[in-house]
């Protein structure tokens, strides 16, 4: 029998919000140990920001979407009705290993040890370390609020029948219909800028279409089995950016 996450947080919601604070450390491990046991000082800024921010983020949704965090804890086996889709597949198999590509590849080169020269002759400046900043501080902001927006926001695409799953178009869902994603893509674009990576830019950059691809799919896959979203699109026609797609 599929889980229904009760409307106060559980066990499953307290094991989501431990999971969030475990990949903030592991990734701030990660960037540790790969730029040879050392940090510097955007490192720094962006560790403390993941952790303010998450414990903002896990606060809210507390309060406001318990449910969301008791369904994203539970096992994956009891909450999922349809099989892992082919796409969803292929966009594992991309995230992934950009996701703990990304910081490894950051403290590689921030020690010396790839060769930046050969994507762009000049290291990242002031101006692109600010940008990188604000799109992080943006991207999580989008983030957050789709989660704290939609209840049926999960990280695996299935369409949650037993939980009366239904179109959310309130709050970022007004403008785009996977807001999501595009938090996603703006903050594994502003990550490598702000830690002044080129290398990890353009993994970056490739992640983006891993976002991309997913958000396409999945699209169809709710155009298709989600009662409602064909007329909701007809409303927000645009998937991820207002007035582009």
């Known amino acids: 029998m599929p889980v229904a996450p009760s409307e106060s ?24 140990v790969s730029a040879g046991f050392q940090l510097w000082l955007t490192a720094w800024i962006y560790i403390i920001f993941l952790l303010i921010f998450s414990t903002v983020f896990m606060a809210t949704l507390v309060c406001k979407n318990p449910v969301l965090l008791n369904l994203r ?3 994956r086996k009891a909450i999922r009705t349809t099989p892992l889709r082919r796409y969803d597949k292929i966009y594992f198999i991309l995230f ?7 910081p490894i590849v950051t403290g590689l080169e921030f020690q010396g040890l790839l060769m930046t020269w050969v994507i762009i ?3 990242l400046s002031l101006w692109s370390i600010l940008l990188g900043f604000v799109l992080i501080l943006i991207g999580n902001a989008i983030f957050g609020w789709a989660m704290v927006s939609n209840p049926f926001f999960h990280g695996m695409m299935t369409i949650q029948e037993e939980r009366g799953h239904q179109v959310i178009s309130r709050g970022p869902y007004r403008w785009v219909r996977h807001p999501g994603y595009l938090g996603q893509i703006l903050l594994y674009l502003g990550t490598p800028l702000l830690l002044g990576s080129w290398w990890a830019f353009l993994l970056g950059f490739i992640m983006s279409f891993a976002f991309i691809f997913r958000t396409a799919k999945e699209d169809q896959v709710l ?9 909701y699109a007809e409303q927000v026609r645009k998937r991820l950016l207002p007035g582009i797609w």
């Not at 450390?25 to 990660?30: C, D, I, P």
């Not at 992934?96 to 990304?102: E, K, N, T």
């Not at 155009?223 to 007329?231: K, V």
């Open 121 to 123: 002759p000049s290291p």
């Open 96 to 102: 992934v290993p950009l996701f703990v590509l990304i």
């Open 223 to 231: 155009r298709n089995e989600l009662e409602g979203y064909s007329e």
């Open 73 to 75: 804890g539970a096992p």
């Open 9 to 32: 947080l559980n066990k499953y919601g307290v094991s989501s919000i431990i999971r969030e604070f475990v990949l903030v450390g592991f990734t701030a491990l990660l960037l540790w």
